[in-house]
């Protein structure tokens, strides 16, 4: 047996591909916000969307942000397994954020989140959450197996 099939896996097979597909996503979320005419002016402003999704500086190097870390942590088991619970923390807290954001209406508020960007983040949260469960259980399971 060579020393690659004695070494536990740390993560599924399948996790790669799903982080590079979601920090596909979020990259061109980013991108494109940066692409959206007057993205630089500051406050909340409806008509500065990509979609449905709002566009301002800081929510566009956010998801810019989560997207090219999502690449990179595609690139190994490991790094996709921890990009799934720093998508479940960074996604909760953002939902939080713009539920509280939204709900009161601050009109100088610098992230410009409305309802659609609360349901993607916290979507993302949820499946950050599913996905890092389920790598760790496939991840320790295969560890249990090599023993």
Do not use: K, Q
Not at 71 to 95: D, E, N, Q, S
């Amino acid at each position: 047996m060579t020393s690659a099939e004695t070494a536990p896996r740390t993560g599924p097979n399948w996790l790669r591909p799903v982080v590079a597909v979601l920090g596909l996503l979020y990259l061109a979320l980013g991108i494109a916000g940066f692409l959206t005419p007057e993205t630089a002016a500051v406050g909340h402003e409806t008509s500065r969307a990509v979609w449905i999704f709002s566009a301002t500086p800081l929510l566009n190097i956010v998801h810019t942000g989560a997207g090219v870390l999502g690449l990179l942590a595609a690139t190994r088991r490991p790094g996709a397994i921890i990009y799934c619970w720093v998508l479940f923390v960074g996604f909760t807290a953002m939902t939080a954020y713009g539920i509280l954001a939204t709900a009161f209406g601050n009109p100088e508020d610098p992230v410009n989140l409305n309802w659609a960007d609360n349901w993607l983040h916290g979507l993302t949260a949820v499946a950050g959450l599913v996905l890092g469960i389920v790598a760790a259980r496939s991840a320790t399971r295969a560890a249990a197996r090599t023993r």
